[in-house]
DNA sequence: AATGAAAATGAATTCATATTCATTTTCATT
DNA sequence: AATGAAAATGAATATGAATTCATTTTCATT
């Protein structure tokens, strides 16, 4: 899967990222994406409170030092990777379920595909990121918040590519199953973020079948 | 509702929980019980980093060394605050969907009164102690096991009183499409529980009635 | 009301990381 | 290869909240 790719080139939107320092030599730049790609591997691991700059820079084979020459703080550094994995997010996201793509594949492919997006967005490299955003979701910052948004672009064009299926009229009823069925594959994914122990997981492909099931049910296109 | 009750007494099953100090006198049981108590209403406006102890001592009127001959540490206080959240969700659990009273509702109404009790739960004044759990999940204590316990609970609960409705034999299609209707339920609430800007909310009536209905659909009971 | 145990007090201390900065090294341009 | 800017270094410092403890106060029993 393209979003999968290990060292994606990180240039041209970590730039722009508060708290994320200018780069200028070809040295600089890569130090500053091994911190990023290393950062994204950690959170699969453990939470941020628990990896320390000092062990961060040993990991990437350089000095604390360095750390605060790419980024101003901790807090931008975790920014930069949360950025980085909202873009690859929102590249997906474009690439599958544009309204074009939605109104091709007609609306019970659609939501299959919503299921599939969404649960390999979930397991993806970047799990440990959304996690670690999903749980800091009440700071300041709201590192969630960027999620909601794609979420919000999703929901749209669906309502529309359904909109369209229904030749411009979408009954009020279908529109409000619509949301709910994304509330709850969001729901039961973020569930099986932060919690091992379910009959369904996304470790085997049980939580995906199941929710493509709950959700082609609860629309009335019918189980497999 | 009984398990919503302000001041409840906290004598009986807090002298057992690992970190919390003997309390001989009435007034340090008061203060105790008033530590207790803050800290349940506070973990509904800010998360446990953000309460500190002097902050806490002084709310409750007393001194920080008070707290610390009452709790060992801050984690053995959020301990208290969990045991007693826990111990009142365990008493409604009880109450509401004990396989007997679940034999006597019926499939139908005993999936409704789920959707009602875990949204009460997910409601009450122990929504902070709740969310502040969900949120550290990840820590080596893993404050959100006991949740699950009680959860394992209601689930098997109610396979067994679904099997008793039907009649000792109940299909595996029907297990797995029960597990899953639980599942569905405690995403949808905890990621409500974080996460204020959905379509369906506790904070009106609409995520439960969105949930009852999803659950009912998807077990072939009919909606509304 | 005397007495010793229990509890409360809060200023001072500890502790664990995040962050700084004076110095050294490397880069890129001439 | 000389030069100045950029970057890296890591020991030293800052930070901020948790925790301690010597002292004082209150409790409960006689």
Redesign the interface.
């Known amino acids: 899967m393209n979003f999968e790719d290990n060292d994606m080139p990180l240039t041209g939107f970590l730039e722009n990222v508060a708290g994320v320092l200018e780069a200028n030599q070809a040295r600089s730049v890569r130090i500053r994406d091994s911190y990023i790609n290393a950062g994204i591997d950690l959170l699969n691991e453990e ?1 941020l409170n628990h990896v320390t700059i000092p062990d961060l820079a040993k990991l990437c084979g350089c000095s604390v030092g360095s750390f605060y020459t790419r980024f101003k703080d901790k807090e931008a550094y975790f920014r930069a990777l949360r950025v980085t994995t909202i873009h690859a997010c929102n590249m997906e996201i474009d690439r599958r379920v544009s309204v074009d793509a939605l109104i091709t594949l007609g609306p019970k492919k659609g939501l299959e595909e919503l299921v599939d997006l969404m649960s390999d967005l979930f397991t993806s490299r970047y799990r440990g990121v959304l ?1 670690e955003s ?2 800091r ?3 300041p910052d709201d590192p ?1 918040a960027p999620m ?1 948004d794609s979420a919000r672009g999703i929901m749209s064009n669906y309502h529309l590519a359904f909109e369209n299926a229904f030749e411009g009229y979408m009954p009020k009823e279908a529109r ?1 199953r619509l ?2 069925c994304f ?2 594959i ?7 973020l ?2 091992d ?4 997981s996304t470790k085997d492909k049980s939580l995906r079948n ?1 929710l493509r099931e ?1 959700v082609l ?2 629309m009335n296109f019918g189980g497999r």
């Open positions: 939470r996690r999903l749980l979701i009440l700071e969630w909601r409000r949301s709910f509330q709850m969001v729901g039961v994914l973020q569930n099986d932060v919690n122990y379910h009959v369904f199941g709950a049910n609860y």
